[in-house]
């Protein structure tokens, strides 16, 4: 399929009011971007061959992200920032030829679904529509520009609220600041704005009036869930989207057959794969990209904390953290250990506080530690990486294993101990 679509994702603007070092973009949810969460959900509806990310506050950083982690996304740089209409503008010269649609959204509303956006597409091209705006229902609309409509019903501008009438203001329907624009007929609007207005900007919103002077085809896709437009402006509401994605994320698994003992204590990020079947405990931390089989146990007080990979029947107890591993299917680790950047066989048992030392603090680097079907540790071993357990060997308590060992081996190391009888008499 051609994909037709382009996006302008605005992220210039500063957030003050996170009160950070770090640009609003760039905080996290279940340690990933605000700013990845948008261009993921664009991305996965299919449609956009490319992303313009409009930057300006702290840009470098942002851009730094950007190309690291996305390779259909440009930077474009706003500087100075004179609102969402300026913002939009950047692009305008890279799109000068383009024929098709303009995605146009904001970097910091991570609820935001890809069933969506696909649906909001869907839509506009039904109907066939010059440009058509994301609008949702908020019984408080505060801050919001309103959605102001003719008496017949029809669209006629949105109204920021600082320029807005008490009657404007009542409106419930507000602009979420999505938009979907035939680019062709659409982009002229941007040589006309102006900021005579209350906040003296550049209001991308007045594109809505200037397409029905031209009598262009106008409308609004009214947000089925007004949750997904959430903007984050500060950490408040970063913590208010972390629970409402937390809670998402744990409403699918439970339909989908995966065992939650307790959601309010359960964490568990979206990009976690879960088979039915498979039992989590209360207080578990899972962040990042997970596949967990089925018939798992997980928990309590666990945390996962990404490219983790389990099978089927595995066992992963209390105070265990795990990171970049794959387990397969039987293998217990059931207390108090750190099994990172590991390979774990089926059958294998992981004594109660055994370590896999990965980590190199001089050099920075991270070994590999492999351990094969059937092999076990005894508790407390320290696993010194790179190294490799062979099938059905095993490590004594409290070893400090710094070699590889083969199959059916043991390895221990050991000071030997002393017994002195009747010391607490003398
Ligand atoms: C905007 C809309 C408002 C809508 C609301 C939804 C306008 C004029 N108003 O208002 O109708 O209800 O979003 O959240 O568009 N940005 C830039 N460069 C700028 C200014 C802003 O990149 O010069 C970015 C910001 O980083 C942010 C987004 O644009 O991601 C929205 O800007 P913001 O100032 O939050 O707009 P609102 O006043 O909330
Ligand atoms: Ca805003």
């Known amino acids: 399929m051609q994909k037709n679509v382009k996006s302008?994702?605005?992220?210039?603007g500063k957030g003050t009011r996170m009160k950070s070092d770090t640009p609003k973009v760039l905080h996290k949810i279940f340690n990933k971007e605000l700013l990845g969460y948008v261009l993921d959900e664009v991305n996965k509806t299919g449609e956009v061959a490319e992303n313009y990310v409009i930057v300006g506050h702290k840009a470098d950083m942002v851009e730094a992200y950007v190309k690291e982690n996305f390779e259909n996304a440009k930077c474009l740089l706003q500087s100075p920032q004179l609102?969402?209409?300026?913002?939009?503008?950047?692009?305008?010269?890279?799109?000068?030829?383009?024929?098709?649609?303009?995605?146009?959204?904001?970097?910091d509303t991570p609820l935001l679904t890809s069933d969506t956006l696909k649906d909001f597409i869907e839509l506009h091209r039904k109907n066939n529509s010059s440009l058509t705006v994301m609008s949702a229902i908020f019984e408080n609309p505060a801050n919001y520009g309103r959605i102001v409509r003719d008496s017949a019903g029809n669209l006629?501008?949105?109204?920021?609220?600082?320029?807005?009438?008490?009657?404007?203001?009542?409106?419930?329907?507000?602009?979420?600041?999505?938009?979907?624009?035939n680019w062709k007929d659409i982009s002229p609007a941007f040589l006309?704005?102006?900021?005579?207005?209350?906040?003296?900007?550049?209001?991308?919103?007045?594109?809505?009036?200037?397409?029905?002077k031209q009598g262009l085809k106008v409308q609004s896709y009214i947000l089925k869930n007004n949750e997904e437009s959430f903007g984050i402006n500060s950490k408040l509401h970063l913590a208010q989207a972390f629970k409402i994605l937390k809670n998402r994320v744990i409403n699918k698994l439970l339909e989908s057959g995966v065992t939650i003992v307790?959601?309010?204590?359960?964490?568990?990020?979206?990009?976690?794969?879960?088979?039915?079947?498979?039992?989590?405990?209360?207080?578990?931390?899972?962040?990042?990209?997970?596949?967990?089989?089925?018939?798992?146990?997980?928990?309590?007080f666990?945390?996962?904390?990404?490219?983790?990979?389990?099978?089927?029947?595995?066992?992963?107890?209390?105070?265990?953290?795990?990171?970049?591993?794959?387990?397969?299917?039987h293998t217990n680790v059931s207390h108090l250990s750190y099994i990172g950047d590991s390979?774990?066989?089926?059958?294998?048992?992981?004594?109660?506080g055994t370590i896999t030392a990965n980590y190199?603090?001089?050099?920075?680097?991270?070994?590999?530690?492999e351990i094969k079907d059937g092999a076990s540790t005894g508790s407390n071993s320290v696993l010194v990486a790179p190294l490799v357990m062979g099938e059905n060997s095993s490590v004594g308590a409290g070893t400090v294993l710094s070699k590889d060992i083969k199959e059916n081996a043991l390895g221990l190391t050991r000071a030997p101990l002393k017994i002195f009888e009747n010391w607490f008499k003398k």
């Open 8 to 12: 302008i994702i605005l992220a210039a």
């Open 83 to 107: 609102g969402t209409g300026h913002a939009a503008f950047q692009a305008y010269d890279y799109l000068k030829d383009f024929g098709g649609e303009v995605l146009i959204l904001c970097g």
């Open 156 to 181: 006629c501008a949105i109204v920021e609220e600082k320029d807005a009438t008490s009657e404007q203001k009542a409106v419930k329907e507000i602009n979420t600041g999505v938009y979907l624009l």
């Open 192 to 212: 006309s704005l102006d900021s005579n207005n209350a906040q003296g900007e550049y209001y991308l919103t007045d594109i809505v009036k200037w397409a029905i």
């Open 262 to 300: 307790d959601p309010d204590t359960t964490y568990i990020s979206p990009e976690t794969i879960i088979e039915p079947d498979t039992e989590i405990l209360p207080c578990t931390y899972i962040e990042g990209k997970n596949k967990i089989g089925s018939h798992c146990k997980i928990g309590p």
């Open 302 to 329: 666990a945390r996962i904390r990404g490219d983790v990979e389990l099978g089927n029947y595995v066992k992963i107890g209390n105070f265990v953290e795990i990171k970049k591993s794959k387990i397969k299917d």
């Open 343 to 352: 390979r774990l066989g089926s059958n294998v048992n992981i004594g109660a």
């Open 360 to 369: 190199n603090h001089s050099t920075k680097q991270k070994f590999q530690t």
